[in-house]
């Protein structure tokens, strides 16, 4: 199945939650943090402006994002999570 956001929206597939601390400790599943960064796996054309252009979004996929720990809504497609979140949800492009 295919993803395809409508206007300024952008699927992400957040990244695994960390597993141990930084000190090595193991972290249970309910101590383990949302994840905050993902990869961005499909964008939507951009909003509609009042003069009827299209406003481009600023990441396309394949950008690795981060966005804010409670943003956006949760979906599971076959299996694999992703998060669906406006344009304006994303706080930063992570440059490599």
């Known amino acids: 199945m295919q993803l395809n956001p409508l206007d300024d929206r ?3 597939e957040p990244a695994s939650a960390e597993e141990t601390t930084a000190g090595g400790i193991v972290l249970p599943g309910a101590a383990q943090e949302k994840p905050q960064r993902g990869t961005v796996t499909a ?5 509609l402006l009042d003069s009827g252009d299209r406003a481009a979004v600023a990441v396309s ?3 690795e994002v981060l966005f804010g720990k409670y943003g956006g ?3 599971e497609i076959d299996g694999v999570e992703y998060k669906i979140l406006r344009e304006s949800d ?7």
């Open 43 to 47: 964008v939507g054309p951009g909003r």
């Open 61 to 63: 996929v394949g950008d």
């Open 10 to 12: 952008v699927v992400v």
């Open 90 to 96: 994303i706080l930063a492009k992570i440059e490599k």
């Open 73 to 75: 809504n949760d979906i």
